[in-house]
């Protein structure tokens, strides 16, 4: 069935972990009869560094410690008091949902940051950017994989009947695929990745992931034309945020890729941004569908497909109140029963 699930990020400060994992939970189990909810770990950024996506990323990699540095997030000879914070902010996310998913069984998603958006962010000990490095982003992957491995065993301890899926957040793939990242210094620019350099660094993740008994999902935002290496280096799913592909969700050449990975079994979690709202009409539920529903028509892929599909709110940069995230998910409840429906048509 169509399903829906988050990336993750939600408002709140120290205080509000369990609140926040419970309300994400509660949302999801209201969705209409007929589609499936995907509950995700919430993150609450709000906490502070290493609360951050980077952060959190950072801190699972196995002995490859880091601390806040400078200019961000960087390697270095021995975790110290940043490493730490952000090992306690897993531990109480992990503590949170326990709680709140007592009892639960079934699909369950973290999201980190892939190992390519995480090179690219994060800063060698001495040096310039991990992605500078061939030799480092290669023991990078490594780390993040065994570092991947210990997080879904975590949150099977804490959730015993969990299907755990790990979502990859890969934004920055297609910067690195197109050479565009400048260097420390900011007068050059970062020698571009070649797709099966783009694969090798995704390989080992991935199979950590499928090695531990969970699923993948790597998130592309809108970068389309990394597709084709997320389904060589044998992702589940891709992730695309619709809107941002083209207007109208339609561009060619990105649904002639998205459809040849679904052909090949490969599973689209589909970002989609918030519904308008009009005063008369309310929210525009059915232009959210038809983002989806329009380009899959077009390009030929049967209807029946699109109860495989899993909807996601954009992440945006800036977290609204609880209501506007607690709405986002109704409305792709919505969203997900309308299209549950054209599957069946």
């Known amino acids: ?54 952060g959190r990323t ?6 490859m410690p880091v601390e806040l540095g400078p200019h961000g997030w960087k ?32 699909p369950l998603a973290v999201e980190v940051l892939g190992p390519w958006t995480l090179a690219a962010q994060l800063w060698s000990a001495r040096g310039d950017r991990v992605l500078a490095d061939s030799g480092a982003r290669a023991d990078l992957a490594l780390a993040l994989a065994d570092g991947l491995r210990t997080l879904v065993a975590d949150i099977a301890g804490q959730v015993p009947g969990a299907e755990v899926t790990v979502q990859l957040a890969e934004p920055l793939l297609g910067q690195v695929h197109a050479g565009v990242l400048p260097t420390f210094s900011g007068y050059s620019r970062l020698r571009a990745v070649d797709g099966p350099g783009i694969v090798g660094g995704l390989e080992p993740v991935l ?3 499928r090695a531990a008994g969970a699923r993948s999902v790597v998130h592309l ?11 060589l280096a044998g992702a589940d799913a891709l992730g695309l945020d619709l809107a941002d592909v083209g207007p109208g969700g339609w561009n060619e050449k990105a649904w002639e890729l998205i459809a040849r990975a ?16 009009s005063q008369c009409a309310g929210p525009a539920l059915g232009e959210l569908a038809q983002l ?52 069946e048509a």
């Open 1 to 54: 069935m169509t399903a829906v699930s988050g990336h993750g990020p939600w408002p709140g400060g120290e205080r509000d972990v369990l609140e926040a994992q419970q309300i994400a939970l509660g949302e999801l189990a209201e969705l209409p009869t007929g589609v499936d909810a995907v509950p995700f770990v919430t993150q609450l950024p709000q906490r502070g560094p290493g609360a951050d996506a980077l």
């Open 58 to 63: 950072a801190a699972r990699l196995t002995e």
């Open 75 to 106: 390697l270095t000879d021995r975790p110290g008091a940043d490493a730490r914070r952000a090992d306690t902010f897993w531990r109480e996310d992990l503590g949170a949902l326990a709680i709140a998913a007592h009892g639960h069984a079934g």
């Open 207 to 209: 199979a950590a992931v």
């Open 221 to 231: 935002g809108s970068t389309w034309v990394g597709v084709p290496p997320v389904v």
């Open 262 to 277: 679904v052909e090949r079994g490969t599973g689209l979690w589909a970002g989609l941004p918030p519904a308008q709202v």
């Open 292 to 343: 989806v529903a329009e380009p899959w028509r077009r390009i030929g892929l049967p209807a029946a497909g699109l109860s495989a599909v899993t909807l996601l709110a954009a992440p945006r940069r800036v977290l609204g109140p609880v209501d506007t995230h607690r709405a986002e998910l109704a409305n792709l409840g919505r969203v997900a029963e309308t299209l549950a429906e054209k599957a």
